[in-house]
């Protein structure tokens, strides 16, 4: 399978990108096997697993990557950013910014806080951090993260000092962490086009400030309380615009792009407002027309996009959902045991390599198949014939994880086994003796 021996081709191509920022080949080495350990679609991944993997005796090399090992973090950070949007480039690309966190015990673990996340609902303790995803007719992947800090974290110094967080950073915003990858993103030179984010987002007028002043355009959603000026002066709640077109019917009917069950389909109003630059965008579901969407929408030229366009770039908010996916699942996006800010930072930095090496080679797998036909009739059966579909992420995984699969001696795996049945029991004697040391009558 060509496209899946493409994954080992672009993981050296990204290697050899990062090597010169290794003080020592050792460590440059033991980077590479954390990367093609994570590409490896394991069951569950530490670096005890990974090192077992890679074939290492303990796992303390893995551990010494991630904590103290001399590496240049940012640099490689802009290595992994630069390989995204080169491979992905297009002028039309869309940048889109989304957070997600996990669950995680205890208070140790650096920004770890009751805070709320998305990935399950409700305010749990977690971890939260903001990713940026870049989107282009080529295929989309996560390029860049920022770890967001609790100002129960920023405001603690013994924590910081724990954790190992750089003194220049101080707590921001959700925002305010896209607006630093956004201007990263500017300084590098990063072909793209349009910014795409949900409310927490769009919400925020610094941030859609920054968008415009470096002449790119947006298509921001907003909540229903977000106030908007029409063509005729007044100033209103963008649900109230709504109402304005409600009773007239909705023609304009298009696709917010594909899904896994199809096109996905709504009814959408466009509104003008007083800048010729700027529109409310206003997404309807077709099996409940009460369901509503805003989106504040800027187009960096002076006439304004078409509705289509719009539409199309609203639509690009769900790749970012898919990337944070299909990172959990077959990159360990969030799968580490660490907690400190570097390792913490180093971990994701990997992941995302990982995740974006296997996007890579799915797009260009992309580029080169026939998609397969659309019935045209709800009663037509598939045809004989029926091409499949092309090579998703995941199966691109696989078929790397079986090409690749590093077979080791029987005698290896009965060290880790011996290796981790010690460490336990020494944990537990260690945990045993505090419990008795507590106990203790006074």
Known sequence: MIEAGLVSQYSEELMTGLGPLFVRPESYRTCRDYLHALMADLPRVNCWTLAEHAGHDRPDRMQYLLERASWDTEA?????RGFVTGQLAD???????DESGHEKD???TVGVARQYTGTVGKVTNCVNAVYCTYASPAGHTLCDVRLYLPRTWADDQARRDDAGVPEQVRFASKPDLAREMLAVHLAAGTRFRWVAADAVYGRDPQLRAAIENAGKGYVLQV???????LGCGRRMRADQAAKLIEDQPWPNLYSAGPGSKGERLYRWGWIGTASTRHSLLIRQSLTNPDELAYYWCHTPDDQPAPLPVLVKVAGQRWPVEEDLKHGKQHAALTD??????TAWHRHQLLSIAALAIKAVAAARA????????QPQDPDQPPPADLTPIPLTVPEIG???ALLNRAWQPIQHHLHWSLWRRLHQARARWYHHRARLAINLPP
């Open 336 to 341: 580490s045991q660490v907690r400190t800010w």
């Open 398 to 400: 696989r078929l790397h």
């Open 91 to 97: 002028d039309q690309a869309v940048l889109i910014f």
């Open 106 to 108: 205890g208070i140790a």
């Open 366 to 373: 992309r580029h080169h198949h026939t998609p397969p036909p």
């Open 223 to 229: 909540p229903c309380d977000f106030r908007v000026q």
């Open 76 to 80: 490689a950070r802009a290595a992994v």
